[in-house]
């Protein structure tokens, strides 16, 4: 959509207070009971009209989620079918078929004229049961809140990164933003006799079933799961609330919730890691050519460079900041300022490199510091010259787009036809 980030703020509060604007009732009196016994009958408290209007263009139209970004930013979000209850993604890239055992799908429609809307893939990921009722696209499918299968779908995003970069592992960060939860509900566990009542089967299937959904169980889980090596790429920013965690619909809450969350972000200490990770993993290293051999081992030459295509301001303040700050790289641990000399003309970022190492197997390792508070890796590092060669294509045959050789030879230069003058 183009928004930046007060611009989201701002539209997501207009969203919540247009949606849920509705005086309930308190205690049980019968106006309570008719708005429950209607939600029941509508299957929904509330229409999902405004979250609609919200992602549609200036002009009302709707915009397609099937739509390549020029920046080739990958976006996809989640939703659940509401029949087969299945994991669904809407996205606006293309991929192969996922394999039947993969869990989920990508939806995709024949026809472009079919393709989902980014309104309705709002709809859809929002349509919490209860609250909405699920939504229906034509030609598509009928879905609800992505949520109930993947309340974290950082495994999601894994799993689509090693299907359309098979050679990419891992990332070079992973950033999952949580919804705030309630230290206070984690400690009330009981001790002893419980109480009849609240622990019946059916209370204590309801809280099993609403841990299921917990985002930050699954982040631990998740986390818990890594190797220790990797574990610094993965972040994980969420807000302790205070007291217990607010309805969806209590608008009343919002004011609180973002001091809460602005009082949070000023003291959170993990938050500084993570943005390391961000700026570290705008750079990314090439190679000029293939390694050349020496008596030590082997020279590489290359360049670093900045992944954004920068608008002048964007470079003039890169630069700034990394003068600075004295920001350098570490390669192989020795330090190489970021800027050798200032430019006028402010071009793109470049950073000519030379180093030498031992053999192709070992590991380039390449780091920021300085912008960064500690020495964080750059993009796709650490790699060996010899996966690195491979990854460029520096050994394949020049020629072709898929760099086969060409078969058939070049025609030579046309001779000037000669002139014989008449007799």
């Known amino acids: 959509m183009g928004w930046d980030t007060s611009l989201c703020i701002q539209r997501f509060e207009n969203i919540a207070t247009k949606t849920f604007d509705r005086h309930a009732s308190s205690g049980f009196s019968f106006a309570r009971l008719q708005n429950l016994a209607l939600s029941y009958l509508r299957d929904g408290q509330y229409s999902s009209s405004p979250i609609e209007a919200a992602f549609r263009s200036e002009l009302g139209k709707d915009i397609r989620m099937f739509n390549p970004l020029s920046s080739d930013l990958k976006v996809a979000v989640t939703t659940t079918t509401a029949k087969e209850s299945k994991t669904c993604l809407f996205s606006n890239y293309n991929g192969n078929l996922r394999s039947c055992d993969s869990g989920y799908d990508v939806v995709r429609t024949r026809e472009s004229v079919h393709d989902v809307s980014v309104a309705q893939a709002a709809s859809c990921t929002s349509a919490a049961p209860w609250f909405f009722r699920p939504k229906a696209i034509e030609n598509v499918g009928t879905f609800q809140d992505g949520g109930l299968q993947h309340n974290n779908p950082l495994n999601l995003a894994l799993w689509e990164l090693r299907h359309?970069?098979?050679?990419?592992?891992?990332?070079?960060?992973?950033?999952?933003?949580?919804?705030?939860?309630?230290?206070?509900?984690?400690?009330?566990?009981?001790?002893?006799?419980?109480?009849?009542?609240?622990?019946?089967?059916?209370?204590?299937?309801?809280?099993?079933?609403?841990?299921?959904?917990?985002?930050?169980?699954?982040?631990?889980?998740?986390?818990?799961?890594?190797?220790?090596?990797?574990?610094?790429?993965?972040?994980?920013?969420?807000?302790?609330?205070?007291?217990?965690?607010?309805?969806?619909?209590?608008?009343?809450?919002?004011?609180?919730?973002?001091?809460?969350?602005?009082?949070?972000?000023?003291?959170?200490?993990?938050?500084?890691?993570?943005?390391?990770a961000m700026i570290s993993s705008l750079f990314y290293f090439e190679l000029e050519d293939v390694p050349e051999q020496c008596e030590t081992g082997y020279v590489c030459d290359g360049h670093i460079y900045c992944r954004l295509a920068l608008p002048p301001n964007g470079r003039r303040w890169l630069f700034t900041q990394l003068t600075k700050t004295s920001s350098f790289f570490i390669i192989l641990g020795q330090p190489i300022a970021c800027v050798d000399r200032t430019s006028k003309n402010l071009p793109s970022f470049r950073r000519r490199v030379r180093f030498t190492i031992g053999s192709l197997d070992e590991n380039i390792g390449i780091t920021l510091r300085g912008i960064t508070d500690s020495p964080t890796a750059i993009s796709g590092m650490p790699k060996t010259a010899k996966q690195l060669v491979e990854m460029q294509g520096l050994t394949a045959d020049f020629g072709c787009l898929d760099h086969r050789g060409i078969d058939k030879a070049l025609p030579r230069l046309p001779q000037k036809r000669k002139h014989y003058g008449i007799a």
Request: net charge neutral; charged share 25%; glycine share 4%.
């Open 164 to 276: 359309l970069w098979p050679d990419r592992s891992t990332p070079d960060f992973a950033l999952s933003i949580g919804t705030g939860y309630s230290e206070s509900l984690l400690s009330r566990a009981c001790v002893g006799t419980q109480s009849p009542v609240r622990d019946r089967f059916i209370a204590r299937l309801f809280k099993t079933f609403m841990k299921s959904l917990d985002g930050e169980k699954m982040w631990k889980e998740f986390h818990n799961s890594l190797p220790d090596y990797a574990k610094q790429r993965y972040h994980r920013i969420n807000i302790a609330v205070e007291g217990s965690e607010p309805a969806i619909d209590d608008i009343a809450s919002m004011h609180n919730l973002k001091r809460q969350a602005l009082a949070f972000l000023e003291r959170d200490n993990n938050l500084q890691a993570a943005l390391d």
